[in-house]
Structure formats: structure tokens, C-alpha cells
């Protein structure tokens, strides 16, 4: 595929890293529904478990072979050789949801005694298993608030007593719910500037941004995460993760997702080839989607304030942030109505076109209330301190035509 690096992702989407010819010609990559593959000798197999187990180094272009779809599968291989294009990876894994992607980094880059930093607000299933899982084998976690400096984010290191044993900064930018915005360049600098004798990993989930909008790996993160039930699936249909960096640390990502056997299957891999051939369009139409109902909201009298990245203000300390991070305000918005749960509730019951669920991402429009849903087990002072709080509402924007949505939310408040 050396002759088409010059070709955009969303035009390889359609064929990069597929042979045809291997598959009796079928112009899409066929479902790879088996549990193993058979090796025409048996120093060929040798071969195989030694590289797929870390035994012996692979060699310089040396193409990876099938073993048993725990540890590779086809649809996987291809799928996750189009995900590098995406965030300008070496290599990617992807496993059975997002949590997934985001437990298994955690246990291969952090042991008992160790120390990890990570960034609040948070995704709720990554701020418990932090929380009550890495508790139990005694990792110990620092926290630190979106909008912190640097020299406060240092302090909390310092000041812990645990800097030398810190190993990974964790961050999720645009946080979740609120799209506070954590500058990647600064956890890479702090990353650095605490790594010693041993290396301060630097993980960033991306999911709000895409891969479309954001790519970490160029600010200086190690990994990306993502989960990919979200945009990369887009399709609510799919539960999905995926995670890309250099090849050596995606090595040892996935020799632990061997283990724990967290890998997605055939069905899976093929369902998000299929879907990453729509991404950009599909991302496209739910930031133009997303821009509308933004504009609607600031202006509505029930709406107390909007959590959109295209509302950042030039003076604003988050606008440097924004303005190189991302290349779009994306599609995900909350605001805070006039009230509290009572009010925000009855807002939810009365949408007709806008579904009530969790999740985002998809190409219908969601609402739901972070508060006592997704971040239902984040403690209240931490939920409080971050703005998400009983007020606070979410939106996905789907690819609905905009007036329609508009429309919905419209008659919705009216009922407040």
C-alpha cells in the first residue's frame, strides 16, 4: 500500500490493508467466523507463539500470522490497521467495549504500589474501576481538576509524596459530560518531567473527539483510547473499544488482552469496518447538526448555560487549548436548565424525536441526565465540583436534520 500514503484516511477506509485476491475476489473483507487457523508446518506455528507471546521479537516487516481469534483474527488485523490511519498510530488493538480498552491499559502499565494521575471529570466506569478495582491491588490514584495549571497539577504530584512512583498520567479531554478541555501538551511535559529511571506514561481517551476531530498522538500522547461503540461504531448496534500507539506499547496491550481474553470478535471487527467508511460523513453532518441545536440553546430562556466547545471565548484560558487540539467543536453538548432534576426530568419525558438513553456517538440524537445515570457512582462533592450536577443535561446530536431537533427541544422546555 506504499503508493497510496497520500491518499486521505477516508478514502483508504474503503480498502486499506484487504487483499481481494485472498478472498476469492469478495470486494469486502469476508466475516472470519473461526476460533483457529491452521499453519502449513509446524516450525511456521513455533514461529507464531513466539512472537504473539513476546518470546522473540518480530522482524522488520515480518507479517503477523493467524493463530486463534483470541489472539488475532482477520477482521480484526484489517480493522485495526485502518484505525492507525486515523490518529497517525504505529499500531492499534480493539477489544469487546471500551471499558475494556480502558481496564487493560490501566493493568499493563500499573502495578501494586505504583502511583496514577488522572483528570476529573470522568466517564463514571472509568472513575469507579479507578477508584474501587485499582484500590484493591493498591494502586493509588492522584486526581486532578480540568482547568488545574500545571504548577497546581505539580503540586498534587508533589505534594502526595508519591511522585516517584507515579507511572501513568490518564486523561479524558473533552471530559465527560461537560467538554472541559485538558491541554495534552502540558501532561506530556509533566509526564516527562516525572518519568525517571522509569518511563510516565501519558493515556488520553478520545472518544467525544472522534478519531475526526482530535488526534492526541501528535500532542504527545503514548495512547489513545477510545470506545468504539461510539462514533467509530455510530450505529448503536455495536459494543466496542479500541486503543492505538506505537507498536511497542500496543505489543504489550495486546499480549494482556490475550490473557485476559478481552479481544472483540469477527462480527464485531467487520461491523466497524463497515461503519468506519461513514465516519467522516457521519461526524461531519453531527457537527453541523450539533452547531444548530447549540445556538438554540444559549438563547432559551429555561436554559441556564450551554457546554459546547464552539462557545469558548478568544479570552479564555481554554481557547489556546481548543484552538490546536481540536478542528472541530464536535457534536456533544450539555446545558444546565433552569431548575434542577424536577425540571430536567420533565424535559426528558417529553421528547418525542430526541431518545432517551445513554450513550452517544450514534447517528440518532440522545439525551440523558449524567447526574443520576452515567455518573451515578461518582461522589456528589466530585460531581458538584465538576458542574455536573441535577441541572445538568446531555446531548448526542445525531444526523437528524437540525430544525427537526431544534423542534423537539422547543417544544419540550415549553412543557418546564
Known sequence: MSDNKNFKPESLMMSYGYQPELS???????????????????????????????????????????????LNNPDLQILEERLTLWDNAEAGAVFDSGMAAITTVLLEFL?????????????????????????????????FQAGASEEEIRSIVEESGKKDSLRLIYIETPAN???????????????????????????????????????????????????ATKYIGGHSDVIAGACLGSAALIQRVKIMRTFLGNMADAWT?????????????????????????????????????????GFIEKSHSDYAIYQRQYSSAGAML???????????????????????????????????????????????ETKNRNSVTEKLIRISVGIENPEDLVFDMSQSLEKV
Open 24 to 70: 476469492v475476489g469478495s470486494i469486502k473483507c469476508p466475516i472470519y467466523q473461526t476460533s483457529t487457523f491452521t499453519f502449513p508446518n509446524a516450525e511456521f506455528g513455533k514461529r507464531l507463539f513466539s512472537v504473539a507471546y513476546g518470546l522473540e521479537e518480530p522482524e522488520i516487516n515480518e507479517p503477523q500470522g493467524l493463530i486463534y481469534s483470541r
Open 111 to 143: 502495578k501494586p504500589g505504583d502511583t496514577l494521575l488522572c483528570s476529573t471529570p470522568t466517564y463514571g466506569g472509568t472513575d469507579h474501576f479507578i477508584n474501587h478495582i485499582l484500590d484493591k491491588f493498591q494502586i493509588n490514584a492522584l486526581w
Open 177 to 227: 459530560p461537560t467538554n472541559a478541555l485538558i491541554d495534552i501538551q502540558m501532561c506530556r511535559k509533566l509526564a516527562d518531567e516525572f518519568g525517571g529511571e522509569e518511563t510516565v506514561y501519558l493515556a488520553v481517551d478520545n472518544t467525544y473527539m472522534g478519531p475526526i476531530w482530535s488526534n492526541p498522538i501528535d500532542h504527545g500522547a503514548d495512547l489513545v483510547l477510545y470506545s
Open 269 to 309: 471487527g467487520w461491523l466497524l469496518m463497515r461503519s468506519l467508511e461513514t465516519l467522516k460523513v457521519r461526524m461531519e453532518a453531527q457537527a453541523k447538526g450539533a452547531e444548530v441545536v447549540a445556538e438554540f440553546l444559549k438563547n432559551h430562556p429555561k436554559v441556564e448555560k450551554v457546554y459546547y466547545l
Open 334 to 380: 450539555s446545558f444546565d436548565i433552569k431548575g434542577g432534576e424536577k425540571e430536567a426530568f420533565t424535559f426528558l419525558n417529553n421528547l418525542k424525536l430526541i431518545k432517551l438513553a445513554v450513550s452517544l456517538g450514534g447517528t440518532e440524537s440522545l439525551a440523558q441526565h449524567p447526574y443520576s445515570m452515567t455518573h451515578a457512582d461518582v461522589d456528589s
